[in-house]
């Protein structure tokens, strides 16, 4: 059900991405100086509306997902503590119960002679 769902949103989501593609089909200059900036060379380029816009949202999306990933980066980092920790004390647990089953045995020879 749950991929039913998924399949259905991607399809809503690429005809909405087809329908904003065929609307702004129309051509835009881009600069990236202004032109005050660039008395040699204008950086300027000739590109469709549709491919503005869609560089724009994933340029966002981009930033977002890094800002993102460096705020929970505290989190990632006491997690990988508490398993350090976790994995040291169950290593600790088991050579202790090595360490009883030894001296119970011990006890046990001790006992028969």
Same mark, same amino acid.
């Given at each position: 059900?749950? +991929?039913?769902?998924?399949?259905?949103?991607?399809?809503?989501?690429?005809?909405?991405?087809?329908?904003?593609?065929?609307?702004? +089909?129309?051509?835009?200059?881009?600069?990236?100086?202004?032109?005050?900036?660039?008395?040699?060379?204008?950086?300027?380029?000739?590109?469709?509306?549709?491919?503005?816009?869609?560089?724009?949202?994933?340029?966002?999306?981009?930033?977002?997902?890094?800002?993102?990933?460096?705020?929970?980066?505290?989190?990632?980092?006491?997690?990988?503590?508490?398993? +350090?920790?976790?994995?040291?004390?169950?290593?600790?647990?088991?050579?202790?119960?090595?360490?009883?089953?030894?001296?119970?045995?011990?006890?046990?020879?001790?006992?028969?002679?």
């Amino acid at each position: 059900m749950l +991929r039913l769902i998924k399949i259905v949103f991607l399809c809503v989501l690429m005809a909405g991405l087809l329908l904003v593609a065929i609307a702004n +089909r129309g051509f835009v200059t881009l600069n990236l100086l202004p032109e005050g900036l660039s008395p040699v060379y204008s950086f300027s380029y000739e590109l469709p509306l549709f491919v503005v816009i869609l560089a724009s949202v994933l340029v966002g999306l981009m930033i977002g997902y890094i800002l993102e990933w460096l705020r929970e980066h505290k989190h990632r980092a006491a997690r990988r503590a508490k398993e +350090r920790e976790a994995r040291a004390l169950s290593r600790e647990v088991e050579q202790m119960k090595r360490k009883e089953q030894k001296t119970e045995s011990d006890e046990i020879l001790a006992l028969l002679n």
